[in-house]
């Protein structure tokens, strides 16, 4: 059974950029719709940004468009969370899910998780 690995979080300034990657691990995910989501201390995991497998529609929370881009990259296996003018409130361990069925917009759906990766914003 394959598993997601994300990576790419850090610290950073208020007003800076990461980029977040979500890899596969043991088997592909190239027709999965793929989500975000993230975990505050003391709060409730909450979505961030989904993608179509085709790559054609994307999704975001309020609280980041205009922010945060989600992508796929070439190969379609990976998907990249692009943060961009970040906050201390964007301060979160970053999850990435796969769904064979339909993107994933609720953190409810899922009972299995990765590590996540964690980003802090100092402000």
């Known amino acids: 059974q394959g598993q997601l690995v994300e990576s790419g979080g850090g610290l950073v300034q208020t007003g800076g950029s990461l980029r977040l990657s979500c890899e596969p691990s043991?088997?592909?995910?190239?027709?999965?719709?793929m989500g975000w989501f993230r975990q505050a201390p003391g709060q409730e995991r909450e979505f961030v940004a989904a993608?179509?497998?085709?790559?054609?529609?994307?999704y975001y929370a309020d609280s980041v468009k205009g922010r945060f881009t989600i992508s796929r990259g070439n190969a379609a296996n990976t998907v990249y969370l692009q943060m961009n003018n970040v906050k201390p409130e964007d301060t979160a361990v970053y999850f990435c899910?796969?769904?064979?069925?339909?993107?994933?917009?609720?953190?409810?759906?899922?009972?299995?998780w990765g590590q996540g990766t964690q980003v802090t914003v100092s402000s």
């Open positions: 899910i796969a769904d064979l069925y339909k993107v994933p917009l609720t953190s409810q759906a899922y009972d299995s």
């Open positions: 043991g088997r592909t995910f190239k027709n999965y719709a």
């Open positions: 993608i179509s497998w085709g790559g054609n529609r994307t």
